[in-house]
């Protein structure tokens, strides 16, 4: 079992950055597969982005593609998220989620741990 623990959220001015960091506690951290997810005021969860146990894979959705990257330190059970360049349709609370053993997953169902999630607003 893991638990998570997102911070760096905040306020930014529209093209600025923040870099979200996901702390996990328990063992094993390295043998899972951990995603960014956001959920904005009345819309559905939705990956941003998720990385494979060892960091070689990452997947972006498309609207985080060249202003986002995804990044994992095993030695300091540490998830990042680099954003660059926001946009206020960034904004939203940011959670980070993991899943053990398996590879990237898109489908917010297929992860069983989740933080408690870290507010992003990003002002125009």
């Known amino acids: 079992q893991v638990q998570l623990v997102e911070s760096g959220g905040g306020l930014a001015q529209a093209g600025g950055s923040l870099r979200l960091s996901c702390s996990a506690s328990g063992r094993d951290f390295s043998s899972y597969v951990v995603g960014w997810f956001r959920q904005a005021p009345g819309k559905e969860r939705e990956i941003v982005a998720a990385?494979?146990?060892?960091?070689?894979?990452?997947y972006y959705t498309d609207s985080a593609k060249g202003r986002f990257t995804i990044s994992r330190d095993n030695a300091k059970n540490t998830v990042y998220l680099q954003m660059n360049s926001l946009k206020p349709g960034d904004t939203a609370v940011y959670y980070c989620a993991a899943r053990k053993l398996l590879g990237i997953s898109t489908n917010r169902y297929e992860y069983d741990y989740w933080g408690q999630g870290t507010q992003v607003t990003v002002s125009s």
């Open positions: 990385i494979s146990r060892t960091g070689v894979s990452t």
